[in-house]
């Protein structure tokens, strides 16, 4: 565990070792399909400069937001296989795979409803999403739902949603009924604002987090993922044993 924080060559400025973490979750690097990276070139970069971070696996989850992207199963795996072509070619020492971050809306419905496979990062895990804005109508009816059909839903950054401030026990209902919890590690920064750093901060202590994710759409990410402030609190994380990225 002590690894986590050496002056390796894959350290960041703070002394964190990416490496440690074996495996980042949650990215946007399939490119042109959602927010993320629009193009190969651009993929290559981001990948280029995470496998200088120490990372040895991505699984990169575009967004399924119907609204928006509307993206499929089949158009993400087409993307994929183009992308591990690439980094092939590359030869960069890194594995690249693909799952997907759902936004909870009435398409998700449709999905469960028809009993359509959902992507996953391992198993039976869903990264999902809802609304950065407002609280998100019959949520926990599609949370319920996912789990019979036998999905762990894993919430993306919840300290995103900074219009739970004033309404912490919703964080205490999501793990009661079993989700599970990914923080953006440039929430712990200035990069989200002052409320995403103290709600991150909050379910910390709380034991609330499983995974760590980083996020990442572009290079201005990546400039920042380099330069990652190593606080107490993210040191507490990572001794905590909870966080579950190296069996991804």
């Not at 002590?2 to 490119?31: A, E, I, N, R, V």
């Not at 087409?78 to 960069?92: C, I, N, R």
Request: contains cysteine.
């Amino acid at each position: 565990m002590f690894g986590l924080f050496s002056k390796s060559k894959h350290s960041s400025q703070s002394g964190f070792d990416y490496q440690s973490l074996g495996t980042d979750m949650h990215s946007h690097l399939l490119p042109g399909i959602d927010d993320g990276s629009p193009s190969l070139e651009v993929s290559l970069e981001l990948i280029r400069g995470m496998a200088a971070l120490g990372y040895k696996k991505l699984i990169t989850t575009p967004h399924i937001m119907w609204d928006m992207y509307k993206n499929t199963p089949a158009i993400i795996n087409e993307k994929l296989g183009e992308l591990q072509t690439a980094v092939s070619q590359e030869g960069l020492d890194i594995t690249i795979a693909a799952a997907a971050e759902y936004f909870l809306d009435e398409y998700v419905e449709q999905l469960l409803r028809n009993k359509e496979p959902l992507l996953t990062l391992d198993g039976k895990l869903v990264l999902v999403e809802f609304s950065l804005a407002f609280p998100a109508h019959g949520l926990k009816d599609i949370l319920f739902e996912m789990q019979m059909q036998g999905y762990v839903p894993v919430i993306a950054h919840p300290e995103r949603y900074v219009y739970l401030e004033n309404t912490k026990d919703f964080y205490d209902e999501l793990k009661d009924i079993g989700c599970l919890f990914q923080l953006n590690l440039l929430s712990l920064g200035n990069h989200y604002g002052k409320s995403v750093n103290q709600l991150a901060h909050y379910l910390i202590k709380k034991d609330y987090y499983n995974f760590i994710g980083t996020d990442l759409h572009h290079t201005r990410h990546l400039t920042a993922l380099r330069q990652m402030h190593m606080d107490n609190a993210l040191k507490n994380l990572l001794h905590s044993g909870l966080i579950r990225n190296a069996a991804l």
